[in-house]
């Protein structure tokens, strides 16, 4: 039963049918004790009438006093014979006892229930429940008996109006809650079809004023992913639209260059087939890089973080990018190198690393200089990455973080302005500050500062990891 209306109804109609039940049961047991108290209430009326009528039976005859006497009834018949009811009374019983306990007047045939004490008893007599009231007069002893059966045959016949309204509060109560759950949960079935009937992109804020307020943190929650999601769309959209364009220029380029390639003569070919090699790996950095950037904002990883050793992943990043810095004539080195443990996502650092290590590389000359250090203080990872080339002015900085972006395209037609976007993303997705500041080299320094935890093994500064 995984719906809530039924549940709701479920769990209110059953305990309204357990109270009824309860009630039912109070009330028959409350006016089932009513009921035997009018009974013996009647009873005890009947015997202190016979007593206030004053019969009296004489010789064979009852004599009322100041009026004429009449024949008795019926003698009495000794043993315990099954009585005959008359036909006005039913298994209804009458009897007057002498005080020495001689049965002188019974309204059936035979002798009735025994003699009792004064008062209300029940009795079993001729197979049968009996009760029975006996009155003590001065001169007789007066005796009411009536079957229990036939009280019980009474009262059930009663019973069924005394039960009756109980079964009509729970067919009106039971259709009155099922009406109020129905018209709780409207506004929970209202946001369903308004959801349901949207498009693709209709990503719009769901209305919750009015809202009850049960639901108002569903709907902000629900606002919220619709925003996210919104927001994740444009950014896919605005990513595209943005590789298509940078990707137009590149492939244009290396069909362009495959034509000179096939129009050259065999001693130019090598040179047009050298562009052609070039122009390919700058698509091939491009397409790379934007896989990088789709990973990042796309899939949006809840990976718990990791200790991972910023100083190793920086010191294999640097031995990894040694030979094209040596294709380069770029001196490449690893200058500090405090062991720092960071909690944070490994591959996202060999991103970073990898980005920031080419991104130096790409933007310097020939002959020029780029240092790593990994520095330890205060509890803080500090990545820095120096170069001494043209660096970035300090207005550009902030463009510079942009995906896309190009400062000089035409001085650097390698680069994709991807770079230090996804060094910027990578930072922040792991709680890490990345700021550009000149290098007391005179290039661009790029440092970013990770919350850390001092590890147990240091590792001397070492310019050799990768030879200049």
């Not at 549940?7 to 049918?17: E, K, M, P, Y």
């Not at 006996?134 to 009536?146: P, S, Y």
């Not at 190009?406 to 922040?428: M, W, Y």
Request: overall charge negative; some cysteine.
């Amino acid at each position: 039963m995984n719906s809530i209306r039924q549940r709701l109804l479920f769990w209110q109609i059953s305990a309204l049918i357990i109270t009824s039940v309860l009630v039912s049961a109070f009330t028959y047991h409350l006016a089932w004790q009513a009921f035997n108290r009018v009974r013996d209430y009647a009873m005890e009326q009947i015997a202190h009438s016979v007593v206030r009528h004053g019969v009296r039976p004489q010789g064979g005859v009852h004599e009322r006093q100041g009026v004429d006497t009449h024949p008795l009834a019926a003698a009495p018949v000794q043993g315990d014979a099954a009585p005959r009811a008359t036909n006005d009374l039913g298994l209804f019983i009458s009897q007057i006892w002498s005080p020495q306990g001689e049965l002188l007047y019974s309204s059936v045939d035979g002798t009735g229930p025994p003699l009792q004490a004064p008062g209300f008893h029940d009795v079993e007599w001729s197979g049968e429940a009996w009760r029975v009231f006996t009155l003590n007069d001065d001169e007789d002893i007066v005796q009411v008996a009536k079957t229990a059966s036939e009280r019980a045959s009474s009262f059930a016949g009663m019973a069924p109006w005394l039960l009756a309204p109980v079964a009509l509060l729970v067919l009106l109560l039971g259709a009155v809650i099922r009406l109020a759950v129905n018209r709780a949960l409207q506004p929970l079935d209202t946001l369903g079809q308004d959801i349901q009937r949207r498009g693709d992109n209709d990503l719009h804020a769901v209305p919750i004023r009015g809202m009850p307020q049960e639901l108002m943190p569903l709907g902000q929650s629900l606002n919220q992913l619709l925003e996210r999601v919104a927001g994740l769309l444009a950014r896919q959209r605005q990513v595209l639209a943005d590789a298509a364009h940078e990707l137009n220029t590149p492939l244009a380029a290396v069909k362009l260059q495959a034509q000179l390639a096939r129009r050259s003569s065999d001693s130019d070919r090598v040179a047009a087939l050298d562009e052609l090699d070039e122009g390919i790996d700058r698509s091939t950095h491009l397409v790379a890089q934007l896989l990088q950037m789709a990973r990042l904002e796309s899939d949006e990883r809840k990976d718990l973080p990791v200790p991972v050793r910023l100083d190793q992943l920086a010191a294999n990043t640097v031995a990894a990018f040694s030979a094209q810095a040596d294709a380069r004539d770029i001196d490449l080195g690893l200058v500090t190198c405090a062991a720092a443990t960071v909690h944070a996502d490994p591959a996202d650092l060999r991103v970073l690393l990898d980005n920031l290590v080419d991104n130096a590389l790409r933007h310097t000359p020939a002959g020029s200089q780029v240092d790593v250090r990994v520095e330890e203080s205060d509890g803080q990872a500090i990545l820095i990455v120096d170069d001494n080339g043209p660096g970035i002015a300090e207005a550009d900085r902030e463009r510079a973080l942009q995906r896309f972006v190009r400062l000089n395209p035409t001085a650097d037609a390698s680069g994709s302005g991807l770079g230090l976007a996804i060094v910027k993303h990578i930072a922040q997705k792991n709680e890490g500050l990345l700021t550009l500041v000149s290098s007391p080299s005179g290039g661009l320094r790029v440092r970013v500062v990770f919350n850390a935890r001092q590890a147990a093994v240091s590792k001397p500064p070492d310019r050799a990891a990768a030879p200049a």
